[in-house]
């Protein structure tokens, strides 16, 4: 079992910065990749990024490239959302996960959620 609990999410204007956190713990964290999601108010869960078991390889959606950076510290059983020049319609609670299959864009390939952080961007 593995438990995924986040935390660094709250409210910030338009333009600014937040840094997601997720530490994993039980199982062993290099055996998996992980991955950031989020759900609007209304609206389907969506990937957000993910990164591979190494930290070699990252994967964005189009809506966060260039703005979202992932980044995983396996002897500190971390895994990093570094947020910048955020907009209103990042909103949403965002979700890490852990998964053991190469499918990381897919949330019903992940094994693993958290319960959620809230990032609210105002305008």
């Known amino acids: 079992q593995v438990q995924l609990v986040e935390s660094g999410g709250g409210l910030v204007q338009a333009g600014g910065s937040l840094r997601l956190s997720c530490a994993p713990s039980?199982?062993?964290?290099?055996?998996?990749?992980m991955g950031w999601f989020r759900q609007a108010l209304e609206k389907e869960r969506e990937f957000v990024a993910a990164i591979s078991r190494t930290g070699i390889s990252t994967y964005y959606a189009d809506s966060v490239k260039g703005r979202f950076t992932i980044s995983r510290d396996n002897a500190e059983n971390t895994v990093y959302l570094q947020m910048n020049s955020l907009k209103p319609e990042d909103t949403a609670v965002y979700y890490c996960?852990?998964?053991?299959?190469?499918?990381?864009?897919?949330?019903?390939?992940?094994?693993?959620w958290g319960q959620g952080t809230q990032v609210t961007v105002s305008s």
């Open positions: 039980g199982r062993t964290f290099s055996n998996y990749g």
């Open positions: 996960a852990a998964t053991s299959s190469y499918y990381y864009r897919t949330p019903g390939q992940y094994d693993y």
